[in-house]
């Protein structure tokens, strides 16, 4: 199974229906990322990067095509495995960083934790060794608006990284930072790729997508050009 | 369970963060399970004040009298001598068939002048009175028509004082009669109810022969647990065999009373437990609303923790923890009111019933049982509406 590509796609179509309109985004698209890739999908607006982003997520299904995660097809799954799947193999991070407002740092890494179903005592243990890899070991207890949004950013990648997942999937992590913050964001991605981390990150932006190891770019929902750096 | 547990905290927070909601939403429940606590409470209470009251004293009579509502009710009138063909025909049932005279005399010792109830007695003893001085009436005194007496206590200060007064003889309707006993209390017995709490008990012979020659009111019947009512049919049949079958009678007994005693508390009980029932039906409506508000609030939130890696048993669980929470606590505190409410109702009655019992740990287990039901019953459908929520969508807001 470790010879196997994390992220398989062979032939992904993705369909919308409103009513009687049907809407292909996708169009029998085929993508593989290997163990340790710094992958960055890029594309204008509509280009169905953002789909693909859910697809590879396991946030959607594909209306046709097979995807196979580490060797697993789940394409087929129902919404509770995609659900474990989800909580064991991925890591999302967000444009908006999506941490839950109430909760302090430690918490929100903490979340994924506790749905795995570790107990209090370790469910600290690890979310503190995750801040700490993110640098902020310092602001376990401070909610999310007590912190910057490199901060915050920051704070949603330990959570990612806290099952220890596959793959790291960010979506315009730097779209709500500033040139300097994203710089320190971006070197921190670098920095877990240097560790092994497999990473696959949507941007629309080149100074972003040049800090990725391999750039694919997408264009009415068909992969235009793929080339390594 | 740690789980289950982390959910209960997080809901607990979630209820404080906003408790003037919460609060309000809660209100329903107070107010249906305060209401369905108390009335059981108290019925429940009241009922076991009654039947402990008149379990302490014994067997009650079987009274048999003269229908007044019939043309000739003279012609039926019980007559002394009525007396012994009764006490044969409930031969096989109970030997304790006594006639009684509802009537005060004069009775005086020294100077000391009133005019108490007296009534016929016979060596009768279960009658659950205990005795503060003295013995009972008993068959010698019936048989031989003594002039003996047994008194209340509350007769007994008024003539004697505190000091004895067995041996000392009353003057009672021109007759000396002789004090055998002094009843302790008669509080909630039927003697207490048949001739109040100022009384004299003399042998039925003796009230025939020397008190007054006039037919009995009534006839007692002591008949064992159960047989009230074959007892009272076979005196009336009796009574008609001698004044005709024309001749109407009424029989009364206390376990007809407390039957039908019962039998109005629980139509009264059931009425307001139907009106504390929609109160928790409303009630729950109220939390199903107020988690829908919560679930369309955190839409973002169910996203996220769908990301992250909830499923769908996680969010549900989550959501209808908190619904549960939500009505076990208005549930506890409206049962916490209903029962201070039944304590107070109760202790306001024990002045008139006997002891009565309060079921806490019933009622305790009936509110949680009533609560949880509410909370899982109205919270099932916005814990589902969370859990069916596209993680897409929900972040997408």
Redesign the interface.
Known sequence: MNDAPIIELRGIVKVYTSGPLELEVLHGLDLTIERGEYVAIMGPSGSGKSTLM?LV?C??RPSRGSYQLEGVDVAELD??AL??I???K?G?V?QGY???G?ADAMNNVA??L????F??KERRERAMAMLAEVGLADRARHKPSELSGGQQQRVAIA?ALA?DPAVLLADEPTGNLDSATSEELLQLFSKLHGKGRTILMVTHDEGVAAHARRIVRLRDGNVVADALR | M??LL?YFDEAL?SLW?NRMRSALTMLGMIIGSASIITVFGISRATTSGIESTFGSFGTFPVVVEVDPTQDYPDAAQIQYGDLRPVQQAEQGITPWVIPQWNRSYLTTYGNIRDYPNVGANSGFHDDGLSMSQGRKIDQADVDAAAHVCVITSDLATEFFGNGNAIGNYLRINGGRYRVVGVYANIKGSFLNSALGSSAIAIPYTTFHRDVSPSPPDFIFIYAPNGMDQQAGQIAIATLQRIHGPTAKYLTASTSDFLTSFESVLNIVGAGLAAIGAVALVVAGIGIMNIMLVSVTERT??I????????????ITLQFLIESVVLALLGGGIGSGIGLLVTIGGVSLLSAQLGEMIIPYVLIIAIATCFSFLVGVAFGTYPALRAAQLD??EA?RI
Do not use: Q
């Open positions: 859910n997520g946030l959607d919404d509770n659900a474990a989800r909580l064991r991925l999302f967000f999506n941490l839950l109430r979340l994924p506790f749905y795995a179903g107990g209090a959570r099952n | 740690f789980r982390a927070t963060r973002r939130e996203g996220i923790r769908k990301a992250v890696g909830a499923s769908k048993n996680d993680a897409i972040l």
